[in-house]
């Protein structure tokens, strides 16, 4: 994620510059920056809050609709979550001989048995997304400035899955382990939206109505997601 905040702080740098000097680009340029959590999640799966994070880059366009200050407005961008799990657990997956694969959380220490002491466990997910919104913009002639509201959906679909773990070996060298490979998430997801915001700042949710486990662990069948924070206007 330190490579997440570097382009948050490149967004920001961004907008104050698309602010100053008022481009006539077409589009803008989002960033949402927020924390993820888990509805009914899998039996044993505890996230650390502050640590489960998302961030969304996405290049909205909007189409207005009329002349009152409504607009449908597409875009299409790129999602990556990133669920920090507590007490020792880590997602682990195999595949038995008649190549079925299935999905556990197991211990850490069962897993990494050449290690003295754990850090952080994570999960990570990226996605191509395609978000719909219709929004409303009470400065219909400067869409920039003043107050909108945007209610909408998104789909998407996932690139990439990983474990990441750090932690000390029993030589006490310090190790990060990142396993790229198949942890039995759903490979499309959808869900509905919501913005609010003035100027090039607005709150964001994310509501996935998807399952968020193809091949669920032990008690993750009915497991969906859910994100909120801030988003950034770059321009």
């Not at 990226?126 to 719909?132: E, F, K, Q, T």
């Amino acid at each position: 994620m330190r490579k997440l905040g570097i382009l948050l702080i490149g967004v920001l740098t961004l907008g104050s510059i698309a602010r100053a000097q008022r481009p006539d680009l077409p589009g803008s340029l989002v960033v949402d920056w927020g924390l993820n959590t888990l509805l009914n999640a899998p039996t044993d799966v505890k996230l650390s809050g502050f640590n489960s994070k998302t961030v969304n880059v996405i290049y909205y366009y909007d189409l207005p609709i009329g002349d009152n200050g409504f607009t449908f407005t597409p875009g299409i961008g790129l999602g990556m979550e990133r669920f920090t799990l507590e007490d020792g657990k880590t997602l682990r997956t195999s595949v038995n001989n008649s190549n079925v694969r299935s999905v556990a959380v197991a211990d850490l220490a069962t897993v990494y048995p050449q290690a003295n002491t754990f850090g952080k466990s994570k999960v990570g997910l990226n996605y191509l997304d395609i978000p719909l919104e219709f929004r409303y913009y009470t400065s219909k002639n400067n869409m920039s400035r003043g107050f909108r509201v945007a209610l909408g959906a998104k789909v998407g679909v996932l690139y990439s899955s990983f474990t990441k773990v750090k932690f000390e070996d029993n030589a006490a060298d310090q190790r990060m382990i990142k396993d790229r490979q198949d942890l039995g998430f759903e490979k499309f997801r959808y869900g509905v939206q919501a913005r609010v915001g003035f100027g090039g700042f607005s709150l964001f949710g994310y509501y996935e109505l998807s399952n968020k486990f193809d091949i669920a662990p032990a008690g993750g069948a009915d497991t969906q997601g859910l994100s909120f924070g801030i988003s950034l206007t770059g321009f």
